[in-house]
């Protein structure tokens, strides 16, 4: 991590230059979608596209704090390179879309708690097959890797 005066990220489909923290997280941001939780619907909107529109493996980061970040920086970097089927999804206000989550196919009803959960994974067929929780350590790589294969694996 280098740390900067404060790094900016542009907004998905926004264009918008915003301060995400006073740290550098090196992020692979062509693997990242940041949802605008300052639009409630467009939030929605890119959401539900992400879910059931396009093919995509996903890593959904839940919350703003550093662990958070944390899987973030993680997660772009496990999710591959520009043509693989992996993706991040970073939602800073979770009940922006709560409706979404509410309704996403979750037969072990790991969501049930989203207090608890700081990441799920999402499978090609738009299931949820695994949580990252809060107080979960170690954060690293292969635990992120662990829930991309699952989502690979279906």
Known sequence: MITISCFLTLI???NTLFCLTKKFYAMNYE?????????PEEAKSIF?????EEAYLLLVVLGKDSSAKRILELGTKAAGNKQDPSMVVWISEPEVVADTLS?????????NNLSSIRAFALSITD??????KVQEKPLN???????????LKG
Request: hydrophobic share 45%; aromatic share 12%; charged share 25%.
């Open 103 to 111: 309704n996403l196919q979750d037969p072990k009803r790991f969501l």
């Open 141 to 151: 790589i292969l635990r992120v890797w662990k829930s991309f294969m699952l989502a």
């Open 48 to 52: 539900e596209t992400l879910i059931y």
């Open 12 to 14: 998905y489909r926004g």
């Open 127 to 132: 299931e949820v097959v695994d949580v990252i």
């Open 31 to 39: 693997k990242l979608t940041i949802l605008p939780c300052h639009d």
